[in-house]
């Protein structure tokens, strides 16, 4: 059985930074690309950023572009999200995904694996 747990989220001042973590089991880690999504109450989940199996590719939605950064470490089987300069409107339930190979695309409807979600505030 597929499993996605993410860590790491909580409450912090803006300007500040967390590291969020995803760690994954139950199905072959290197097959899968991965991705950060969020959402915020009233709004729709949008992608944060995506990367391939092996790392060497990722994207990232232009809000967060070059506040953060997304790694994996396939000998772990975890993802993280290394978010610095955080803003208020960062404020969401985030979320890690999977899927079958790289599609480059930050549309959630592209993935088929889900974690339960870390919420992550971010006050001014």
């Known amino acids: 059985q597929v499993q996605l747990v993410e860590s790491g989220g909580g409450s912090v001042q803006a300007g500040g930074s967390l590291r969020l973590s995803c760690a994954v089991s139950?199905?072959?880690?290197?097959?899968?690309?991965m991705g950060w999504f969020r959402q915020a109450p009233g709004k729709e989940r949008e992608g944060v950023a995506i990367?391939?199996?092996?790392?060497?590719?990722?994207y990232y939605a232009d809000s967060v572009k070059g506040r953060s950064t997304i790694s994996r470490d396939n000998a772990k089987n975890t993802m993280y999200l290394q978010m610095n300069s955080l803003k208020p409107e960062d404020s969401a339930m985030y979320y890690c995904?999977?899927?079958?190979?790289?599609?480059?695309?930050?549309?959630?409807?592209?993935?088929?694996?889900w974690g339960q979600g870390t919420q992550v505030t971010v006050s001014s």
């Open positions: 990367i391939s199996t092996g790392g060497g590719r990722t």
């Open positions: 995904a999977a899927r079958v190979g790289w599609v480059g695309s930050l549309s959630p409807r592209e993935y088929n694996y």
């Open positions: 139950g199905y072959t880690y290197t097959q899968y690309s």
